[in-house]
C-alpha cells in the first residue's frame, strides 16, 4: 500500500516539473513576441525606403 501512494507522489512530482515547465516556455515565448511589432514596423520601413528609392532611380532613368 506504501508503494502505491510513493508512486501517486512521484506522478504528482512529475506533473508540477512538467506544469512549471510549460509555464517557462510560454514565459519564454511572450518575451521573444513582446518585440514583434516593432520588427514588423522597422522591416516595413525599410522596405518602404527601398521601394521609394527604386521609384526615384526608375524616374530619372525614365526622364533621362
Known sequence: ????????????????????????????????MRYEPYRLVFTGMATGAGLLALAIAILQFIME
Open 1 to 32: 500500500m506504501a508503494s502505491q501512494f510513493e508512486n501517486l507522489d512521484l506522478d504528482l512530482a512529475e506533473q508540477v516539473t512538467s506544469i512549471k515547465r510549460d509555464i517557462a516556455e510560454i514565459d519564454q515565448r511572450n518575451q521573444q
